[in-house]
């Protein structure tokens, strides 16, 4: 029998009892050759339905201050030195925060993520943000916020939270293994403090991974066992979008096939935990997309922190095509456009579509 054959039954098992699953297991999730992808999509899908249903929570990105961070993370578009051209802007007023959010809640989400670029906050800074969560929170009540403004000093997350965050992001991005490759200007252990620290002040906490930044498939599985020890409750997805002007320009080590084995891993090791298919995912994925959506259960809506991402209708359409309802409860409808006639190609003058 193929390791993917004995490796399935076995995570569904552990999924079942609560236990740990076995790392040697998850490594032939990313291994399995492309004739059993299927089956492997069919295991990490059927705990992504016993866990939520058909629902997908929509999240969606505010960035509060853009580009020109003092931190070295390779992978990153607003790291020292980065010549990518994307919007550098320091902090948003609140009023145009409270703005952007309120377009992410008109478009069905029911988290708004609150970003900032930087090491870390300064007081002042969380003073700042958490008058932006508030005004959020006003008008909006029953939306989620998460705020993510890089390492925590102590007393900054429980001021986050008296101003009504819910979460906080921080994510590992890979393994303690491969970190040092990806960034020197601070560590895994204080990555990891942080999240402690978030749910220290009663946070929720999110942290996940960027995948296709060099690492090997045991680092991935690493960051899945990671982000169990530390006991996170939402887990973004992101696949690495090598901006020409950062060190990681030109990295395209990812076929949509390892991504949905990569998103299948960390629903198999993480069978109740949110996962959220998040940057990267429609450059990577590409017609996997609405696959992935039977796996993971939340998504960003729209753009990201520097990139763009596919338009907030057509994610909506891709939700609705799967069968699938925001959290919220919203409807959406079915994609669906009127037959276009050809005018190109064979007995035309045009080119053809080829
Ligand atoms: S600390 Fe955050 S904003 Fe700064 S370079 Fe690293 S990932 Fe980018």
């Not at 999730?29 to 059993?36: G, I, Q, Y």
């Not at 980065?82 to 925060?97: I, R």
């Not at 942080?194 to 498939?217: F, H, Q, R, Y």
């Not at 899945?224 to 320009?249: H, K, M, Y």
Request: a negative charge.
């Amino acid at each position: 029998m193929s390791d993917t054959s004995t490796a399935l039954p076995r995570l569904l098992e552990a999924a079942d009892t609560g236990a740990a699953p076995d790392a040697k297991d998850l490594l032939a999730v990313l291994k399995s050759p492309d004739p059993e992808l299927m089956d492997v999509v069919a295991a990490a899908s059927r705990l992504r339905y016993r866990h939520f249903g058909n629902r997908v929570k929509l999240n969606y990105l505010v960035n509060l201050k853009s580009g020109l961070c003092p931190e070295n993370c390779t992978y990153c578009s607003q790291r020292l030195g980065s010549e990518a051209d994307v919007l550098k802007y320091t902090w948003l007023s609140t009023d145009k925060a409270a703005e952007a959010a309120k377009a992410g809640v008109a478009g069905g989400a029911s988290r708004v993520c609150m970003v900032a670029s930087g090491r870390g906050p300064t007081d002042k800074d969380v003073e700042r943000v958490g008058e932006a969560i508030e005004q959020v929170k006003r008008e909006n009540p029953d939306v989620e916020v998460c705020a993510c403004l890089g390492l925590l000093k102590e007393g900054q997350a429980r001021r986050l939270a008296e101003a009504g965050a819910d979460a906080y992001n921080h994510n590992v991005n890979t393994s303690q293994r491969h970190y040092d490759d990806i960034c020197t200007t601070h560590t895994y252990a204080d990555r990891l403090e942080t999240v402690e620290k978030a749910k220290g002040a009663g946070l929720s906490p999110c942290s996940g991974l960027i995948a296709g930044m060099g690492e090997d498939d045991e680092d991935l599985v690493d960051v899945a066992l990671q982000l169990r020890e530390s006991d996170v409750d939402s887990i973004p997805v992101n696949f690495l979008l090598p901006f020409d002007g950062t060190p990681l320009e030109g990295t395209w080590e990812l076929t949509p096939r390892q991504c949905l084995r990569i998103v299948a891993m960390m629903r198999l090791a993480h069978p109740a935990t949110e996962i959220r298919l998040a940057a990267g995912r429609e450059a990577h994925l590409r017609g996997y997309q609405a696959t992935a959506l039977h796996i993971a259960n939340s998504i960003f809506l729209g753009d990201y922190l520097t990139s763009e991402g596919q338009a907030a209708a057509a994610d909506r359409e891709l939700i609705a095509d799967a069968g699938l309802v925001p959290e919220e409860g919203n409807t959406l409808e079915e994609g669906r456009s009127k037959p276009q006639p050809r005018k190109r190609g064979a007995g035309t003058e045009a080119a053809p579509n080829a």
